[in-house]
Nanobody, 125 residues
């Protein structure tokens, strides 16, 4: 049974940091592309960062230099380190697995087979 479970969200002040984790099971992670997406209140879901199975990463322009995606295949876990958080980063964050991302004009479009339930990130001003 495939499972994708996010954790690490919470409430943080502007300028603070959080690290999101995504633990997977039911499929091997080492040859799978993965990504983080978010959906702000009242807005559409957007791609935040993607990482290929070879380790190459792409980022949404607005998070470049602040967010870092990484993976530990031995632990079946994907991470998103978020620094210098801003109120506009407030959203539900979702982990996605087995698919691909395409960078287009500073944004990320992704198509993935497996999705988690999300973890809420709230940044206060």
């Amino acid at each position: 049974q495939v499972q994708v479970v996010e954790s690490g969200g919470g409430l943080v002040q502007r300028g603070g940091s959080l690290r999101l984790s995504c633990t997977t099971s039911g499929f091997p992670l080492d040859r799978v592309n993965m990504g983080w997406f978010r959906q702000p209140p009242g807005k559409e879901r957007e791609g935040v960062s993607c990482i290929s199975w070879t380790g190459g990463a792409d980022y949404l322009d607005s998070v470049k230099g602040r967010f870092t995606i990484s993976r530990d295949n031995a632990k079946n876990t994907l991470y998103l380190q978020m620094n210098n958080l801003k109120p506009e980063d407030t959203a539900m964050y979702y982990c996605a697995a087995r698919g691909h991302c395409t960078a287009v004009a500073g944004t990320l479009n992704g198509h993935f087979d497996f999705w988690g339930q999300g973890t809420q990130v709230t940044v206060s001003s």
